[in-house]
């Protein structure tokens, strides 16, 4: 399976934020995307998930076969919103997101013990620490298997446990053969990642 971005354009409210965004990643590879604050970072995580629609250019999937046809169908997106519900519990909303994209994983309570919350799936995510928000969504990447992580900067957030816990999960997800293409300030710990620098010409 590979993830092909071909001269990928974004805009946001009208105006062009990038143009001519070019990369191929093969299954085991990262690519992570740097810039500046405002470069188009998570906008391109955003036209790349299907959030957005593409200005330019194109982005697919190819050899995704009958299950993943589209990145849309292939992919786990991590926005720095965490996509949870704060009046359900931390078990309900990852259930919610286990029934919703299918391919069933870990259950949602293997996922929180995974990432360190096992004691907590019983509160409501609203009572969460930020940190502990991040780890609950970081979580929901584990309850369905999907080849293509989309992340925005993931570990903001995190404490350094947490934040090598996740490169561990990270490592994993790539020796699997799966692919990440992550936005980030701060160094992720995957060696051998490809980089894509934003900001520098539109
Ligand atoms: N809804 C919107 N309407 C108009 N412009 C927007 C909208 N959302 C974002 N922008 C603009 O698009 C540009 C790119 O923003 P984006 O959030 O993609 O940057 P980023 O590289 O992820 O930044 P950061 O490092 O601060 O997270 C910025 O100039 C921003 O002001």
Known sequence: MRLIAENLGGERGGEAVFSGINFALEKGQALIVTGPNGAGKSTLLRVVAGLLPV????????GGGEDFPSVASACHYLGHQNAMKTALTVTENLRFWRD?????????????????LGDIGHL???????????????????VSRRPLWLLDEPTAGLDKASEERFAVLMRKH?????????????????EGAKELRMGEAV
Request: net charge neutral; hydrophobic share 50%; proline share 3%.
């Open 124 to 142: 409501p995510f609203g009572y969460l620490s930020t940190g502990q928000r991040r780890r609950a969504a970081i979580a929901k990447l584990l």
């Open 55 to 62: 200005a330019a250019g194109r982005v697919h999937i190819e």
């Open 174 to 190: 790539l020796e699997g053969g799966g692919i990440v293409v992550a936005a980030t300030h701060l160094p992720l710990g995957i």
């Open 100 to 116: 919703f994209s299918g391919a069933d994983f870990l259950r949602a309570e293997e996922a929180l013990e995974t990432v360190g």
